[in-house]
């Protein structure tokens, strides 16, 4: 799995990130400072502080993984011995005519509280916020360097965002886009996923059927969040025969 994360620009100054790695590889991959970041038009340094906080927060969300993997048996185990205990403690001092009932509902419900309390505990222990500097400094060490591929979906994107959705409507069935430069280990494919990932499948499904029939200003901004990063998704598929 390549450890990078991919960055374009956004007409207006945003900037879209897009890794394959999943929070926790993303945190694990840190450690060891193996994160490459890769650009198309270098950004300025209110862009570079917007990147480094969506990477603070998705490196802090995979520390909060790692932390609930490591004590999961720990509060497993101390959950299931205070329903237990609960449990054990009701069935002596409750009566009823239906035996076990409130027993267990009691019982599992303190179960689950103390499981998520002992959660809460340990995320806001010294091992999370030591976690969280140590988060926050390898992100500050992620190398960024540039790649033609990206500034070329990046122009493309910004054609598309510069078209209103009457002008992406007509456009749709003769537009096509050929990148030129080298696509470095998959790199449109992980663009294409974090896409869907963020807009949603079946939102990208709707816009280009929406697109197919010809639809366009109200309708067409209904589908999905996103129009021309929607259309671009779909350009991009294209290109790659899919």
């Not at 976690?131 to 500034?151: C, H, P, T, W, Y």
């Not at 010809?214 to 990063?229: H, I, M, N, Q, Y």
Request: glycine share 10%.
């Amino acid at each position: 799995m390549n450890k990078r994360v991919l960055i374009l620009k956004r007409d207006g100054g945003g900037m879209d990130l897009f890794s394959a790695l999943s929070p926790g590889d993303f945190v694990q991959a840190l450690d060891g400072d193996e994160i490459t970041g890769l650009f198309g038009s270098y950004p300025e340094m209110e862009q570079i502080n917007q990147v480094k906080g969506k990477l603070y927060i998705l490196g802090e969300e995979g520390a909060r993984q790692q932390l609930a993997d490591r004590t999961f048996y720990a509060r497993f185990g101390l959950s299931v011995l205070i329903f237990l205990i609960v449990f054990y403690a009701l069935s002596y001092l409750i009566l009823d005519p239906i035996p076990l009932v409130d027993e267990l509902a009691i019982a599992t419900g303190c179960g689950v509280i103390f499981s998520l309390w002992y959660r809460k505990r340990t995320e806001r222990g010294s091992r999370m916020v030591q976690k969280k500097i140590d988060v926050k400094g390898a992100v500050d060490r992620i190398e960024f360097r540039e790649s033609l591929l990206l500034k070329e979906m990046e122009l493309y994107l910004e054609t598309l965002e510069h078209r209103s959705l009457i002008e992406l409507s007509e456009n749709w069935s003769r537009d096509r886009v050929r990148f030129t430069a080298e696509d470095e280990g998959g790199m449109t494919a992980e663009i294409l996923k974090g896409i869907e990932a963020k807009l949603g499948r079946k939102a990208l499904t709707r816009f280009s059927r929406a697109m197919g029939k010809g639809s366009a200003g109200l309708a067409l901004a209904k589908t999905v969040s996103d129009a021309p990063l929607a259309a671009f998704y779909h350009k991009c598929r294209e290109s790659l025969g899919l």
